[in-house]
Each structure stands twice: as C-alpha cells, then as structure tokens.
C-alpha cells in the first residue's frame, strides 16, 4: 500500500513565524500535492510537483511555497503565517499517467 | 476551467438502505478521469471509485457504483447497503487525462453523509 506522511497531525504556531510542514511518500511517484480544506470551499490546490525540483501553482499559493529537493520528500513553507492560513493542510502523490491521489493523514495548523 | 459541483451540502441514509450523492462537472475535455473520495472523521483521504470517461460502463466497487452520463456531465456516486461506516465526507474530483503539469485533482465542495442506525 501507498503511504503518504504527514510530519504532524496537529501544530500551532504564531503569526510572523516560519513555518514547514513536511510530506513523504513510499512508492516513488512522480507527483506531489499540497491542498489546503476549509469548510465549504472542499480542497483546493496550494502547490503541486511533477518532479524534483519542479513545481506549479495551483490555485493559492500567494502566502505559500514549497521544496522538492528529493523524489519522496514535498515540503510545504509559510513564509511568515497569518491567522487566515489557519486551516486542514493535506498532501497527496501520484502517479503521471492515470494514478489516482493517495493522501496522507493531514495538518491540522492553527495560527496564533 | 474546469469546475466540479457538488449540490448537497448534508445527506442522511438510514443502515441498509441507498443513497445517491449527485456531482456535476464542466469541462470542455472529451478524455478526463473522475473520481469519487471518502474522507471519514479520522480524516485520510480515500479513493472510494474511478471512471475513466472513454469507457461507457459505469464503474461499480463492491456497494459503490456510479452513474455516469457524460452528456449531460453528470457523475452520481450510490451507496447500497449503507453501513454505520459510510458515514464520511464525499468528494467529487476531476482530472484532465493529459500528462505533466496538468495532472492535478480538482475537487468539489464536499457532501457530508451521515448514517441512521
């Protein structure tokens, strides 16, 4: 089976702090996912990779950005957190052709 | 762009009985992939079934089954048999079949199913 791991179930932090949440995979995928979920507005798409190295914008990442720096291993950066990126953090990974998400458990972040 | 809609905010079923949970999406693909997701309070998220939209057979995963129109861009997700287990947080998702930097989920707002005993 996938396994996807998230470095912490809960965190908290407080505003104007750097802050990583850190994501690894098991099974060599080529894709990586940051989301975040918010009540009534489902996931949405943070930043994701397609290789080491590489990376895309999804659909928020004002606030955010993100490593690569080895295949397994997705990392997730609040530059300085605000009170409004308190929230579920979920990462994903994939295969390119076909492969359906596999997600790890998640963040739950709360800036303070 | 493609947008994913999931009209049901809350849904109830009673054990035993079925459950239809509705999705509609917009795209202008004729190839994509669609998904439904379970994410029970423990919170992972889980591929509950697939549909590759080339294939007209619905597809069907032991009491999970969908309908699938792709006409009207409709992608219903059934519960038979609902058990106390069901009770989750269901996502409609969309993928674009191309490679690449395309190959991100895009997610509709969630229905909250919750089962009666």
């Known amino acids: 089976d996938v396994k996807v791991t998230q470095s912490s179930r809960y965190l908290v932090k407080r505003t104007g702090e750097k802050v990583f949440l850190e994501c690894v995979q098991d099974?060599?995928?080529?894709?990586m996912f940051w989301y975040r979920q918010d009540p009534g507005l489902g996931l949405r798409l943070i930043y994701f990779?397609?290789?080491?190295?590489?990376?895309e914008k999804g659909d928020i990442p004002e606030g955010y950005s993100v490593s690569r720096e080895k295949k397994e291993r997705f990392s997730l950066i609040l530059e300085s957190a605000s009170t409004n990126q308190t929230s579920m953090y979920l990462c994903?990974?994939?295969?390119?052709?076909?492969?359906?998400?596999?997600f790890g458990d998640g963040t739950r972040l709360s800036i303070l | 762009a493609q947008t994913v809609t999931q009209s049901q905010p809350e849904m109830s079923v009673q054990e035993a009985e079925t459950v239809t949970l509705s999705c509609t999406y917009d795209?202008?693909?004729?190839?994509?992939?669609l998904f439904w997701y379970k994410q029970p309070p423990s919170r992972q998220m889980i591929l509950v079934i697939r549909q590759e939209a080339y294939k007209q057979q619905n597809a069907t995963e032991n009491r999970f089954s969908v309908n699938f129109q792709k006409a009207a861009k409709s992608f219903s997700l059934k519960i038979s048999d609902s058990q106390l287990g069901d009770a989750a947080m269901y996502f409609c998702a969309y993928r674009s079949i191309k490679g690449g930097a395309t190959n991100k989920l895009i997610f509709g707002t969630g229905t909250l199913l919750a089962v009666q005993p």
């Open positions: 795209t202008s693909e004729s190839d994509y992939y």
């Open positions: 099974m060599d995928h080529e894709n």
């Open positions: 994903a990974s994939s295969t390119t052709i076909g492969g359906s998400q596999h």
């Open positions: 990779s397609y290789d080491v190295k590489m990376k």
